[in-house]
């Protein structure tokens, strides 16, 4: 599969746009089949199988979403020393340059490792993408925690006070449940209020991590701030 670049703001914004469109329209229908559940009773197979399709939107559009950021970020060609080191972590895993250093001990096997390290941040060749499993920039691992999701926002250089206190909320609701059936369980003792309110947390997270991804965009927030002697002519 060919390289795939997002070259300007505008671009990156048409991509998250229309990923969040159809994945809040799924995600708003499947709640108001939850939210019709009568009280007491177990849930329907497709009222279980909603809850799956929320948290396969929510997982997908982060997913999609960083993805989408990290390729714009590579696509503006500029030598990784001049990002933030969460896109050098992007680049140097692709390349599986850290499995060799963290099995061994050999002092040459760092050298070589910083022999790579001091290559790439001078490089403007942009990474790999595949859009199949392992061959992303950025994995949510089937299973976004909280926790996971903080890391990805860290990843990206995204502060993430605006986001958590929701997401750990996502994470004793929407996850458990989620956990619950795909592990087999019954999983229908929901507590509908509860879920409502999730529902109402995800979609919220999801237009803020869509503007906080844009709005970063636009600061160049991505580029590491450098004293004077090291500015350059590449940015």
Known sequence: MSKKQIKTVDELIDKLDNELAWRKKEIIQ????????VENTP???????????IYANWEGFINKAANYYAMF???????????KTGFLEIKLQQKRYFDDLMISKKQVVRKRFLDNLNKELYSKDIPRFEDTLGKIYISTDSNLSSKLFENILELLGIDSSRFL???????SVLLSYRNSLAHGERGYEIVLEDFDEVAHYI??????????????SIRKDYIRKLDKSHETNFI
């Open 73 to 83: 970020v590579f696509s503006q060609n500029i030598p990784l020393i001049f990002l």
């Open 203 to 216: 979609l919220k997270l999801m237009d803020t991590f869509k503007d906080s991804l844009i709005d970063s």
């Open 30 to 37: 499947a709640n108001l089949l939850i939210s019709s559940n």
């Open 43 to 53: 849930l329907s197979f497709t009222q279980k199988s909603s809850i799956l399709i």
């Open 165 to 171: 206190t929701r997401a750990n909320f996502i994470d």
